[in-house]
């Protein structure tokens, strides 16, 4: 059995489950890279930060943090935005930059969601030098366009 102000860790999902907006059944502890010292790091120079050694799911934990009643949580809603802003154009001119040279070390550092947002830009670079070269046999309409459109045809007949 626990006492009153007992610190457990548990998975975030048990957490959500345990928040009561009647009762106050649990508090979470913010983990340090949300506290106020990195957000001073982060609001001085987001670049610098390792964000896959401090948590590789840093955009998405900390939003599902803000699901938490924490008189922090407009601060740390406008860091992790910020963050996200100041390192995006980063990574998306390396990813189109740095074709052909070793990326590894920068994308080391990089949050899941940077890295994949990385990933779409050197593949987007690829696919433009491909048919630029006369490499690509067609164009082809995304995935996105092709949806929309037989949407689009689908309502028109309902």
């Not at 670079?125 to 949407?151: H, I, M, P």
């Amino acid at each position: 059995s626990f006492v009153q102000g007992s610190k457990l860790e548990i998975p975030l999902w048990l957490a959500k489950g345990l928040r009561d907006s009647k009762r106050r059944i649990i508090s979470v502890e913010l983990p340090k890279i949300y506290r106020e010292a990195w957000r001073t790091v982060f609001s001085a120079d987001a670049n610098v930060v390792d964000l896959h050694k401090m948590g590789p799911y840093y955009y998405g934990f900390g939003s599902q943090l803000l699901n938490f009643d924490n008189p922090e949580n407009p601060e740390i809603a406008q860091t992790i935005l910020q963050t996200f802003i100041s390192r995006f154009r980063r990574i998306m001119d390396s990813s189109q930059n740095a074709y052909n040279e070793d990326t590894s070390a920068l994308v080391a550092r990089l949050d899941e969601l940077e890295r994949a947002l990385f990933r779409a830009g050197q593949k987007g670079l690829n696919d433009f030098q491909c048919w630029e070269k006369g490499q690509a046999s067609q164009l082809t309409a995304s995935s996105l366009v092709q949806n929309y459109g037989k949407r689009k045809f689908s309502d028109v007949d309902g």
